[in-house]
């Protein structure tokens, strides 16, 4: 569990340097970028391997009813993470649209794993998100996107969403956590 926590405090730390300490990041200059990149990425395996090593109380198990809330809710997920980056209409109505895709998959992946390093997995990322849209909102008020919104990217960011939830799901397959129930 140790690993997992590192892993998260690490991922959290590499995020939240410039928003906590604005000018000390400035002092690193770009570089920052390349120190922020491997505590990301470090934070992340750290995750994965302790996720997978982790051991803990189960609390309660998958349902089909919440599977199936779960792999909507994460299907809107990837939608907003896609749609952040292609300019679409629903980013003029969500401020954070990346974050708010990480809030939503937390608490998706919160319904359907009761065991503790799943909690303390996705409730640590659920609360980094969190502090992020805070921080980030005291310091400046984000740009929303504005129209027009073409239908190509729309339909481009509905295309790249069930691509990449394919792909998430057969790797969750691959890795033994099957998405279907």
Do not use: C
């Not at 934070?43 to 349902?63: E, K, P, S, T």
Request: hydrophobic share 60%.
């Amino acid at each position: 569990m140790l690993v997992l926590i590192v892993g998260l405090l690490l991922w959290s730390a590499a995020h939240l340097f410039k928003r906590i300490a604005p000018e000390k990041r400035a002092g690193f200059g770009d570089s920052f970028k390349a120190i922020a990149a491997v505590g990301v990425i470090g934070g992340l395996v750290l995750m994965v391997i302790g996720y997978r090593m982790a051991d803990g109380a189960f609390l309660w198990g998958r349902h089909p009813a919440t599977v199936g809330i779960n792999n909507l809710l994460t299907l809107f997920a990837v939608y907003l993470f896609a749609a952040s980056g292609m300019k679409t209409w629903i980013t003029s109505k969500i401020r954070h649209p990346q974050l708010t895709a990480v809030k939503v998959w937390a608490l998706a992946h919160i319904l359907v794993n009761g065991d503790i390093p799943s909690l303390v997995l996705f409730v640590g990322l659920l609360a980094w998100a969190v502090v992020e849209v805070i921080l980030i909102n005291k310091q400046a008020k984000p740009a929303k996107a504005t129209g027009p919104f073409p239908m190509g990217k729309e339909i481009g960011a509905i295309v790249g969403t069930v691509v990449v939830f394919a792909v998430i799901a057969w790797v969750h397959a691959w890795l033994g956590y099957p998405v279907f129930g």
